[in-house]
């Protein structure tokens, strides 16, 4: 059986940031101006007055304090509250293609590996601009790599399931090279009138180059000891969105069109169902928490990272061995394990092992192996 090493990744991060205060006093001023115009119901005690949020609130509910955005100023607009992205022609770079393309340029680069090595292509993220034609065969085109190429969505678990499929494809020997890529726009199914989940999401995109450890020249190198995936249905985070919205007359500016979870469920439910199945995977390879130099989580919650990293090494985890990320980039969805990843590795040595694992929507959850060569 062929081994598969990881040897480069990429990050695109939009220019534009958002903090806490400013998101809040968006919010805020919005919030406002819908108590004004409903004054009178609300004096009649025929509806209930909208809350503020507030910056405490948000660190307090998730550890984040930024989050950068393809748009700011159409999400800071009280009268909009969600990006402005002018739509693109049909011959013009699609916006996913882009994001894909800065990503995977800086993964090849450091991988050592030229496009035209690359014979598999995977887009895997939680929201696709277009069903079709797939963001990955137009990033190929782009890039100019072989073989073939397709999109793939499991939401926040979007990343290490095509890493999964990514790494058996190469196990197998069909093909040789692999680039996965994260492009997530998260600002774009984000309710920034809800004041649970206005300040959860943030943009940016991540890639990752797979190899036959034959054929790696990279001088970072880590090789997938395993990948595991698990799937349970839940309706707990969810979005309705879709393509047979328009047929059913449903309302296509909807809050449930867009992003919609029952948070203290999801912590509820998800943390020991991702615990359990990091620990079950560590087990199958021999290996078990006091094994781990580094746990790359999903960026979703800092609460719930605290209690898997806890669960998974027996301990509180010590400085830098589950890092954060969130606190700047927010949830990025399936890029956020992979942010951590890109960010928080370098100071590992050769032998060291670390878990990628990343949980969301649906319920899923994968859990990737390595160790540094």
């Known amino acids: 059986m062929t081994d598969v090493v990881i040897t480069g990744t990429g990050l ?104 035209g090595d690359i014979d598999m292509v995977i887009v895997a993220c939680s929201n696709l601009e277009r069903p079709y034609p797939a963001v990955a065969v137009e990033l190929q085109a782009a890039l100019g790599t072989t073989g073939h190429a397709f999109d793939m969505n499991v939401a926040c678990s979007s990343a290490t399931f095509a890493i999964d499929l990514a790494a058996g494809a190469i196990r197998g020997g069909n093909v040789k090279r692999a680039l996965v890529v994260n492009p997530e726009i ?18 940016a995109c991540t890639a990752i180059v797979l190899e036959s450890a034959e054929l790696a020249t990279a001088e970072s190198r880590f090789e997938i000891l395993g990948t595991r995936l698990a799937t349970r249905f839940s309706n707990a985070i969810r979005n309705n969105a879709g393509f047979l919205n328009r047929v059913t007359d449903s309302d296509p500016l909807a809050s449930d069109k867009l992003f919609v979870q029952e948070g203290r469920r999801v912590f509820k439910e998800v943390c020991p169902m991702v615990a359990a199945m990091i620990s079950d995977h560590l087990a199958s390879l021999d290996l078990s928490g006091d094994d781990l130099a580094r746990l790359w989580l ?44 890109h960010l928080h590795r370098d100071d590992l040595t050769s032998g060291d092992i670390g878990v990628v694992c990343s949980f969301g929507a649906g319920y899923s959850a994968g859990c990737v192996v390595v160790r540094r060569l």
């Not at 830098?320 to 990320?325: D, E, L, N, S």
Request: charge should be negative.
């Open 298 to 341: 999903h960026q979703a919650n800092h609460h719930m990272n605290d209690l898997i990293a806890r669960r998974v090494l027996g301990h509180d985890p010590e400085p830098g061995q589950a890092p954060i990320i969130l606190d700047r980039y927010a949830n990025t969805s399936s890029a956020g394990s992979i942010i951590a990843f």
């Open 186 to 203: 998260c600002s774009a199914h984000l309710n920034f009138r809800d004041r649970d989940s206005h300040f959860i999401f943030g943009d």
């Open 12 to 115: 695109f991060t939009p220019e534009h940031a958002i903090d806490n205060d400013a998101l809040v006093a968006s919010f805020n001023a919005w919030v406002d101006i819908e108590n004004e115009r409903h004054a009178a119901a609300i004096a009649a005690g025929e509806r209930e007055p909208l809350a503020y949020s507030s910056s405490e609130f948000i660190v307090k509910a998730s550890g984040i304090h930024s989050r950068y955005v393809l748009d700011a100023e159409g999400i800071l607009d009280p009268e909009r509250m969600r990006p402005r992205l002018p739509q693109r022609s049909n011959d013009e770079p699609s916006i996913q293609c882009e994001m894909g393309l800065a990503a995977a340029t800086q993964a090849l680069a450091a991988a050592g590996v030229e496009a």
